[in-house]
């Protein structure tokens, strides 16, 4: 019996399904069987990784090749931009969610990747160690955090509320109190440019987003 995703999927008619296989289990991969002949990548949704399996598949590997050397280009300019910018003045992405606050950890794989790793961004030092992508905290953390930029996320899901939660930060004065917030250096990140805008033309995107509101 499919679900509602499932039965879109139907909808569409696919020839082909093409999904990145690391961590899916066996019972979706022969769900996603049964609408069109399915390729589940050795790979996550890492550009760096996904992209080589991909282009073997359409016999594209030159081209890809030649993009990911462009944008590894591209990542070493804006590396570079942003050190120019900021030296080693401190960096938070931090997420609101309906219910609770999540900072992402440095060292968390996935996201983390590209804002702390690719871009060179220097965490708070009170959170420097921290493995897990999206670490949930209370407010009195903060201060403790206190960076000298934040990127604010405001978590974007179907059917879900972050209105009060959001209300509920700005209007703190632990908020009021920190760094960034006082020499207006917070930022909106939107959920989808890093969560799902993750290849060569989003992440770009993303890139050239986060070297212009650093360099400013």
């Given at each position: 019996?499919?679900?509602?995703?499932?039965?879109?999927?139907?909808?569409?008619?696919?020839?082909?399904?093409?999904?990145?296989?690391?961590?899916?289990?066996?019972?979706?991969?022969?769900?996603?069987?049964?609408?069109?002949?399915?390729?589940?990548?050795?790979?996550?949704?890492?550009?760096?990784?996904a992209m080589p399996k991909?282009?073997?598949?359409?016999?594209?590997?030159?081209?890809?090749?030649?993009?990911?050397?462009?944008?590894?280009?591209?990542?070493?300019?804006?590396?570079?931009?942003?050190?120019?910018?900021?030296?080693?003045?401190?960096?938070?992405?931090?997420?609101?969610?309906?219910?609770?606050?999540?900072?992402?950890?440095?060292?968390?794989g996935n996201s983390s990747?590209?804002?702390?790793?690719?871009?060179?961004?220097?965490?708070?030092?009170?959170?420097?160690?921290?493995?897990?992508?999206?670490?949930?905290?209370?407010?009195?953390?903060?201060?403790?955090?206190?960076?000298?930029?934040?990127?604010?996320?405001?978590?974007?899901?179907?059917?879900?509320?972050?209105?009060?939660?959001?209300?509920?930060?700005?209007?703190?004065?632990?908020?009021?109190?920190?760094?960034?917030?006082?020499?207006?250096?917070?930022?909106?990140?939107?959920?989808?440019?890093?969560t799902s805008g993750v290849?060569?033309?989003?992440?770009?995107?993303?890139?050239?987003?986060?070297?212009?509101?650093?360099?400013?």
């Amino acid at each position: 019996m499919f679900n509602q995703k499932g039965m879109q999927l139907l909808d569409l008619s696919p020839d082909l399904i093409l999904t990145a296989g690391e961590g899916m289990e066996q019972g979706i991969y022969n769900e996603l069987s049964k609408v069109a002949p399915t390729v589940a990548l050795d790979a996550n949704s890492e550009m760096d990784r996904a992209m080589p399996k991909l282009a073997a598949i359409f016999e594209k590997t030159k081209e890809s090749e030649q993009i990911l050397a462009k944008f590894d280009e591209q990542a070493k300019q804006a590396k570079e931009k942003i050190a120019t910018a900021i030296g080693d003045k401190t960096v938070l992405v931090l997420r609101v969610e309906q219910n609770r606050y999540r900072y992402m950890g440095p060292k968390g794989g996935n996201s983390s990747l590209f804002f702390y790793d690719l871009l060179g961004l220097k965490s708070p030092e009170a959170i420097k160690d921290a493995d897990v992508w999206f670490n949930p905290f209370s407010l009195e953390f903060l201060p403790e955090m206190n960076p000298d930029y934040i990127f604010l996320e405001d978590r974007t899901l179907k059917g879900y509320d972050t209105k009060e939660s959001m209300e509920n930060l700005k209007q703190s004065k632990i908020w009021a109190n920190l760094k960034a917030v006082k020499n207006n250096h917070v930022f909106p990140l939107e959920t989808s440019a890093f969560t799902s805008g993750v290849g060569p033309i989003g992440s770009v995107k993303l890139m050239d987003y986060v070297v212009e509101k650093l360099g400013q």
